[in-house]
């Protein structure tokens, strides 16, 4: 079977859930196990940096309700390949201590190399913003870019989203943070249809 209860599937793409077990395979690490749970091989990008599984671990610790909006390996339909990871840093949340924080869900996501530039990123980042507003009725996205990624900058600037403020992340250095509204967004909301 390609998909599995709560996969988001898009024309290219499988985008599934890593889970908790998954998670913690992969930071022990066991690829071994982690492919096995998951259904699919993890990549070795994946192993090779773990911080957002660290992140996601520690997430729901403090908040098991997180675990849908968690890391999501982006899959390959034609290969069965792990290409990439999506997920939602958060829950979104009220009150937020920014405004454009206030009932937003913030993605990260990551092509590996060898699959950027085909246009799959844009597709789970679609796909898990329709997933958002089904389940959830969230319509407000933030995306945090570092100002040398051209790809990712032209990416979220080419699906609507706006500059709100610039950041200095302890982990990542300078970013530049991007909101995205579907609501009363014309150039937006098409792409959630």
Not at 8 to 34: E, F, K, N, S, W
Not at 35 to 47: A, M, N, Y
Request: aromatic share 6%; proline share 6%.
């Amino acid at each position: 079977m390609l998909t599995v209860p709560g996969d988001i599937v898009t024309p290219r793409l499988i985008l599934r859930l890593l889970g908790t077990a998954v998670t913690q395979a992969c930071l022990v690490p066991d690829p071994a196990t982690a492919g096995q749970l998951l259904g699919i091989p993890v990549s070795t990008e994946l192993l090779d940096a773990p911080n957002a599984l660290a992140h996601d671990l520690r997430q729901l610790q403090q908040d098991a309700a997180y675990a849908p909006w968690a890391s999501r390996a982006i899959i390959l339909k034609a290969e069965m390949k792990m290409i990439g990871l999506i997920r939602f840093h958060s829950r979104p949340s009220s009150p937020a201590e920014k405004f454009y924080r206030e009932n937003a869900a913030e993605m990260g996501y990551e092509i590996y190399p060898g699959h950027q530039r085909r246009g799959y990123a844009r597709e789970a980042i679609t796909s898990v913003m329709q997933w958002a507003l089904e389940t959830s009725g969230i319509h407000r996205f933030i995306a945090s870019v570092a100002p040398e990624n051209i790809a990712s900058l032209s990416l979220v600037q080419g699906l609507g989203f706006m500059k709100v403020d610039e950041v200095v992340d302890e982990t990542d250095g300078l970013e530049y943070v991007f909101l995205l509204d579907t609501h009363g967004n014309t150039g937006a909301g098409s792409l959630l249809c």
